[in-house]
Nanobody, 116 residues
Framework: QVQLVESGGGLVQPGGSLRLSCAASRSIGSFYTMGWYRQAPGKQRELVASITGAGSTNYADSVTGRFTMSRDNAKNTVYLQMDSLKPEDTAVYYC??????????WGQGTQVTVSS
């Protein structure tokens, strides 16, 4: 069964940047539209960015212009470049397929904390 491993989180000051990575343990090819999700304390998990196999991206309004998602199909890895971070971006970040029927077991996520 495929495993998803997220990394790259940490503590950063407002206005700072982080780059998250999510590696799959086996090939997911270009068939999966992948997404980055986040879950803040007391809130539901939300989709913040997605990328098709061809590289087309979509972003939630709250992160448009600040976050950039990319993928490397050869490395079975997706990335999330986060710039101009705000305290409200604080959450645990996860990656997974967007389509429910392609959903894989959730990884442990990576904590992002934006605070001065």
């Amino acid at each position: 069964q495929v495993q998803l491993v997220e990394s790259g989180g940490g503590l950063v000051q407002p206005g700072g940047s982080l780059r998250l990575s999510c590696a799959a343990s086996r090939s997911i090819g270009s068939f999966y539209t992948m997404g980055w999700y986040r879950q803040a304390p007391g809130k539901q998990r939300e989709l913040v960015a997605s990328i098709t196999g061809a590289g087309s991206t979509n972003y939630a309004d709250s992160v448009t212009g600040r976050f950039t998602m990319s993928r490397d199909n050869a490395k079975n890895t997706v990335y999330l470049q986060m710039d101009s971070l705000k305290p409200e971006d604080t959450a645990v970040y996860y990656c997974n397929a967007v389509a429910t029927f392609q959903r894989m077991p959730w990884g442990q996520g990576t904590q992002v904390t934006v605070s001065s």
